[in-house]
């Protein structure tokens, strides 16, 4: 399977905990995404990669969370001191393409939290 | 406030019956619409996009429709299959010098297919 690849696919942690995700994309696409879904909701844009460098960040990311790229290959989203507000699916998605705006998203399976 | 609001909330239809599926926003300034599908569990998988330009777009038997001037969408399933039971989520994108952050996702529309 070629497509993007996120791990785990499932984590229980306790509050106050920190987790990291790690999401692997499409081999030959340069940008990376970070959305956080919760239940009967549609996804919400989290943080965006061009190759290694982290190009937009949403105000839903708050200091607790970071996300990096180092070598513009696979991405890490770690989530500091968990929050219970923090369970929700953390999907990764990856691109590729000279237009922005146009470009295809293609989705991993995403990792569930579970914040006790 | 750049919205998505799609309808109906959920869905329940015969396998091999046809349904259509509705999406109207508010977002401005206009790049294109996607239709996504989202199976329980998994991440979204593309379906159509469509630019200002573009009234229709076909994906086998999915059929995406877009009125840029009522700032409309559907997407009509043809002949409902058991596997296209799934969320369906309409999603928007802004020009805003090419910022991510301007993809507007709706809540989606759960589909049920019964046999």
């Known amino acids: 399977d070629t497509g993007v690849s996120q791990n785990p696919r499932h984590k229980i942690t306790k509050r106050g905990q920190n987790v990291t995700f790690r999401c692997d994309p499409i081999?030959?696409?340069?940008?990376l995404y970070w959305y956080r879904q919760t239940l009967g909701q549609g996804p919400e844009f989290l943080t965006y990669f061009q190759n290694e460098a982290q190009l937009e960040k949403s105000r839903l990311l708050s200091d607790r969370f970071s996300a990096e790229r180092p070598k513009g290959s696979f991405s890490t989203l770690e989530i500091q001191r968990t929050e219970q507000g923090d369970s929700a699916m953390y999907l990764c998605a990856s691109s590729f393409g000279p237009n922005l705006a146009k470009n295809i998203q293609y989705f991993g399976a995403g990792t569930r939290l579970s914040v006790l | 406030k750049n919205q998505v609001e799609q309808s109906p909330q959920s869905l329940i239809i015969l396998e091999g019956k046809n349904c259509t599926l509705q999406c109207n926003y508010t977002v401005s300034p206009f790049s294109n619409l996607r239709w996504y599908k989202q199976d329980t569990g998994r991440g979204p998988v593309s379906l159509t996009i469509m630019t200002f330009s573009e009234n229709t777009k076909s994906n086998g038997r999915y059929t995406a429709t877009l009125d840029a001037d009522t700032k409309q969408s559907s997407l009509h399933i043809t002949a409902s299959q058991l596997s296209d039971s799934a969320s369906y989520i309409c999603v928007v994108s802004a020009v805003y010098g090419g910022s991510q952050g301007n993809l507007i996702f709706g809540k989606g529309t759960k589909l049920s297919v019964k046999p």
């Open positions: 081999s030959e696409h340069n940008r």
